[in-house]
Nanobody, 126 residues
Framework: QVQLVESGGGLVQAGDSLRLSCVAR????????MGWFRQAAGKERELVAT????????NYGDSVKGRFTISRDNTKNTVYLQMNSLEVEDTAVYLC???????????????????WGQGTQVTVSS
């Protein structure tokens, strides 16, 4: 079983930066691909970023590419999301997700992931 806990969300102005963290309680963190998804009010959950066990394979959602950076520190069982140049449209609940790295499928879809954190709210004002 995997437990994920996000932190770092908050209320910021457009153009500001935030760094989200997700700490995983797992017997073997390096068995898991990690991801960040977000869900804005009234909208579908969408990909933010996903990262492989070793960090060498990364995918970003089109709307965040070039502004957000995903990374992980396997010594700390933690995945990060650095968010720069935040826009009002980035306002959403940001959710951390995990899936066993051996699973095959579309890693950009939220349905691919088996474990989820509770989410952290990011609100960007103009």
């Amino acid at each position: 079983q995997v437990q994920l806990v996000e932190s770092g969300g908050g209320l910021v102005q457009a153009g500001d930066s935030l760094r989200l963290s997700c700490v995983a309680r797992a017997d073997t963190f390096t068995n898991f691909r990690m991801g960040w998804f977000r869900q804005a009010a009234g909208k579908e959950r969408e990909l933010v970023a996903t990262i492989s066990v070793g960090g060498g394979n990364i995918n970003y959602g089109d709307s965040v590419k070039g502004r957000f950076t995903i990374s992980r520190d396997n010594t700390k069982n933690t995945v990060y999301l650095q968010m720069n140049s935040l826009e009002v449209e980035d306002t959403a609940v940001y959710l951390c997700a995990a899936v066993n790295y051996k699973r095959n499928g579309d890693r950009t879809r939220f349905e691919f992931y088996d474990y989820w954190g509770q989410g952290t709210q990011v609100t960007v004002s103009s």
